[in-house]
Nanobody
Framework: QVQLVESGGGLVQAGDSLRLSCAAS????????MGWFRQAPGKERESVAA????????YYADSVKGRFTISRDNPKNTVYLQMNSLKPEDTAVYYC???????????????????WGKGTLVTVSS
């Protein structure tokens, strides 16, 4: 069992930066890949970024490439999402998720992830 708790969300203006954190507890943190998803009002949950168990491989959705960076600190059981150049369309609830595998997938769906946090709201005003 894995418990995930996100933090760092808030209200920012377009062009600002924000860093989300996800603290994990339970099963060995370094044994699985981690991901960030988001869900905007009225839309389906979509993948944003993912990182392999050791941090050597990453995945990004096209919509955030070049602006967002995912990283992890295994000794601290924490995964981060640095978000730069934020846009109003980035407004969503952001969820941290733990995969059932250690490696990066070529694409992601919500069904790939085994554990979920409760989310943190990011609002970007124009």
């Amino acid at each position: 069992q894995v418990q995930l708790v996100e933090s760092g969300g808030g209200l920012v203006q377009a062009g600002d930066s924000l860093r989300l954190s996800c603290a994990a507890s339970g099963r060995a943190f370094s044994s699985y890949a981690m991901g960030w998803f988001r869900q905007a009002p009225g839309k389906e949950r979509e993948s944003v970024a993912a990182i392999s168990w050791g941090g050597g491989s990453t995945y990004y959705a096209d919509s955030v490439k070049g602006r967002f960076t995912i990283s992890r600190d295994n000794p601290k059981n924490t995964v981060y999402l640095q978000m730069n150049s934020l846009k109003p369309e980035d407004t969503a609830v952001y969820y941290c998720a733990a995969d059932s595998v250690r490696y990066i997938r070529t694409s992601y769906s919500v069904n790939d992830m085994e554990y979920w946090g409760k989310g943190t709201l990011v609002t970007v005003s124009s």
